[in-house]
């Protein structure tokens, strides 16, 4: 079935860092590819999303790019802030076995400190 | 003007119990989800309607009970608490099914049986 891995966690950064989050994915059929952040005591939200090969999300200073020859979706953001301290969700919807369903992976929790 | 709501966010009982959870989004969305996030904050899907018709009822045992009075409504029931059911109950709904939708979540119920 379909399935979506992520780097291990936790990642702890300083402020104005670099932040990559690896998101590798299974799946057949042309899925859709999200990004959803959770903050502390909440819902989920989406930060990003690309619905096709080649595709570039991006939000809030974040970006990810579908790429299907290396079937990944990491998120980038060059210069980290405190407020993105938070867990990160990769997922998908739209595979061949998946149908409309969000398969998500582990998440990241991201803590940055001042 | 909030999109997706649950209530309520905090629900402490006992096992054995019957309990239920209620979640309405007013997005006019056709399709409503319910996840569970376990206590490593890893997410499952257990059930989607659409237009009120159950069309995704994952592995999950029959004490749970989804319930879709209306488009804008699903509720979840479920019976005879279990420790094993504490986790947060996510609901979320999107447009539809197509593969590009996207899925907006509420804030969560804890569930905390003792």
């Known amino acids: 079935g379909d399935s979506v891995t992520q780097m291990e966690g936790p990642v702890t950064l300083s402020e104005e860092a670099f932040l990559t989050i690896n998101c590798t994915y299974t799946?057949?059929?042309?899925?859709?590819l999200f990004w959803y952040v959770q903050y502390p005591g909440e819902g989920l939200q989406l930060l990003l999303k690309?619905?096709?090969?080649?595709d570039k999300g991006s939000n809030k200073g974040f970006e990810a790019t579908y790429r299907k020859e290396t079937t990944s979706f990491h998120l980038e953001k060059g210069s980290v802030q405190v407020s993105d301290s938070a867990v990160y969700f990769c997922?998908?919807?739209?595979?061949?076995?998946?149908?409309?369903?969000?398969?998500f992976g582990e998440g990241t929790q991201l803590t940055v400190n001042p | 003007d909030t999109a997706v709501s649950q209530t309520p966010k905090y629900l402490v009982t006992q096992m054995g119990n019957d309990k239920s959870i209620k979640c309405e989004q007013n997005l006019g969305h056709d399709t409503m989800y319910w996840y569970k996030q376990d206590s490593k904050k890893f997410l499952k899907i257990m059930f989607s309607y659409n237009n009120k018709e159950l069309i995704i009822n994952e592995t999950v045992p029959n004490r749970f009970s989804p319930k879709s009075p209306d488009k804008a409504h699903l509720n979840l029931h479920i019976n005879s608490l279990e420790l094993g059911d504490s986790a947060v109950y996510f609901c979320?709904?999107?447009?539809?099914?197509?593969?590009?939708?996207?899925?907006?979540f509420g804030p969560g119920t804890r569930l905390t049986v003792l």
């Open positions: 690309a619905t096709k090969a080649d």
């Open positions: 979320a709904s999107s447009q539809g099914l197509g593969r590009t939708d996207t899925q907006y």
């Open positions: 799946a057949t059929g042309y899925p859709s």
């Open positions: 997922a998908l919807s739209g595979g061949e076995t998946s149908g409309s369903r969000l398969t």
